[in-house]
């Protein structure tokens, strides 16, 4: 008997994000699900794991169309008051009956491209599986700002959720290359099934900036605010930002877990080494 894959969905918007449940639909033919996520929203947690009171894990529903109709069928799903790289930890620690072969994070509302990534829930949940031997896929959907903290109906992932299940079923097919941990995915808002997609490095420009809170005092409670910008005459061209926001084209990213300056080792020990 042929034991189908066991996929592991997360995300950093929250159990109810309809960007979850487009992943849930994108990917049952390829595997068997086991989804876990956030019971609020996550976003810009990246891959922390907070102390939390109550780490229960609830049963829940996410729907799930069969064959594109409108009606919906139910699968089994799980959630907790959890970061979302803790939704992954408690996946392989609780909830798998065997070994995750893949697992999807996504799809984000909002995309995660330039310096930034790090913050990004999105990516912090994939991190958290490939330290874990899992590989990952971390997808996101570019949408206006306002919907971020949302779970909004009013956003179409019917092509990021294309693109889920062209690379999911491409690493469970194949695997991943080597020195690739995982695949970051971003989707442009004009995006069609059509449109090209392109390997890219991350952009070492930052694309998200804070701004001032505008507090007048420091016992207001205002947050600081943010903005998109990027200097687009010296943007790397091979970078994320570059595919994504200029060229309007799906960036494709490997990542790995390995942070490590891609420098001589023993000419850093040298060049700390020699008198100055």
């Not at 950093?12 to 996520?37: E, K, M, W």
């Not at 997609?197 to 207001?220: H, K, N, V």
Request: net charge negative.
């Amino acid at each position: 008997m042929t034991v189908r894959p066991l996929i592991l969905l997360t995300n950093d918007d929250g159990i109810d994000s309809p960007g979850l449940h487009a992943v849930a639909t994108a990917v049952t033919d390829l595997g068997d699900l086991l989804i876990i996520a956030p019971s609020s929203q996550q976003t810009s947690t990246g891959r922390s794991h907070p102390p939390i009171a109550d780490k229960a894990i609830y049963a829940t529903q996410i729907p799930i169309k069969r064959n594109g109709k409108e009606q919906h069928d139910y699968h089994l799903a799980y959630k907790a008051a959890v970061s979302p790289a803790q939704s992954v930890a408690l996946a392989v620690h609780d909830l798998a009956n065997r070994p995750i072969d893949l697992c999807i994070s996504g799809i984000n509302y909002g995309e995660n491209i330039g310096s930034g990534v790090t913050i990004s829930g999105t990516v912090g949940a994939a991190i958290e599986a490939i330290s874990y031997n899992i590989p990952a896929l971390a997808m996101s959907f570019q949408t206006p700002p306002e919907f971020y903290l949302t779970n909004s109906n009013q956003v179409d992932f019917s092509v990021a959720a294309y693109f889920t299940h062209y690379f999911a079923q491409q690493i469970l097919t194949k695997g991943l290359p080597d020195g690739v941990d995982l695949l970051k995915v971003d989707v442009p808002a004009s995006a069609t099934r059509q449109t090209a997609w392109r390997t890219a490095r991350i952009s070492r420009q930052r694309y998200y900036f804070s701004m001032p809170s505008g507090r007048t005092r420091l016992d207001e409670q205002k947050e600081l605010g943010y903005k998109i910008e990027f200097d687009e005459q010296s943007l790397e061209p091979d970078s994320d930002i570059y595919v994504f926001a200029v060229e309007k084209l799906v960036s494709v990213v490997p990542m790995t877990i390995d942070l490590t300056a891609s420098v001589s080792l023993n000419s850093l020990a040298k060049f700390f080494t020699t008198n100055l």
